[in-house]
């Protein structure tokens, strides 16, 4: 069935530390992934996508990476900061829909 | 630009009670999605509608209805309230389908 794995489910890092969040999906013709950021309280908000036909993509702090062949994409954030506390959400294209994971809350201490 | 608006965004049903949530987007976009998030379990799609006069079920259907009244509003209804339907409900838009969705800011449904 459809399906996005996602881990792990809390994530504490110190200020400055890099933190990675992987995603794994069931369908190998899934071809659209996106990372959603969720503060409390607020809606979730694109902060970077991927599409198949690409292996990585960055923006400033973040990058994503994808391999294929394994069904897996993961979401970097190098050099945290206080602000980047929140929970994040991968998704995968699947089947006509965008199934999401279950969610990372990040934790970065000052 | 207002975004994707969506009313109320509060509300405290009875089990058995109806009501329709409402959502509206202002960016000639042709899709349009219902979610409910509940803790631990990120984002579930109740139902969406990929272009105007469509609408297909999503993973959770049950206990909801839709309409897509016109290009621009997309309204998700409760015919009989359950406290499973107890949830944080966001309306999302996009312009195609596998493009970036953007996100009402919720509504948060307690049944009793």
């Known amino acids: 069935g459809e399906n996005v794995e996602q881990h792990p489910s809390t994530l504490s890092v110190q200020e400055g530390d890099s933190a990675v969040i992987k995603c794994t999906y069931s369908?190998?013709?899934?071809?659209?992934f996106p990372w959603y950021k969720q503060e409390l309280g607020k809606r979730p908000q694109l902060i970077i996508d991927i599409r198949s036909n690409v292996g990585e993509k960055k923006d400033q702090r973040i990058a994503v990476t994808l391999n294929k062949t394994a069904k897996h994409f993961s979401l970097h954030i190098t050099e945290t900061q206080p602000e980047d506390s929140a929970v994040y959400f991968c998704a995968a294209w699947q089947g006509g829909k965008l199934i999401f994971g279950q969610g990372t809350e990040l934790s970065v201490k000052p | 630009n207002a975004g994707v608006t969506q009313t109320p965004k509060f509300q405290v049903l009875k089990t058995g009670q109806s009501m329709t949530l409402q959502c509206a987007q202002d960016?000639?976009?042709?899709?349009m999605y219902w979610y409910r998030q509940d803790p631990g379990m990120g984002l579930r799609l109740i139902y969406y509608?990929?272009?105007?006069?469509?609408?297909d079920k999503g993973e959770v259907p049950n206990g909801y209805n839709v309409s897509r009244l016109n290009k621009r509003e997309f309204s998700l209804r409760l015919e009989s309230a359950a406290p499973s339907q107890t949830s944080v409900y966001f309306c999302?838009?996009?312009?195609?389908?596998?493009?970036?969705?953007?996100f009402g800011p919720g509504t948060r449904l307690t049944v009793l």
């Open positions: 509608s990929a272009s105007e006069g469509t609408t």
């Open positions: 960016m000639n976009h042709n899709s």
């Open positions: 369908d190998s013709a899934s071809n659209y």
């Open positions: 999302a838009s996009s312009a195609n389908r596998d493009n970036e969705q953007f």
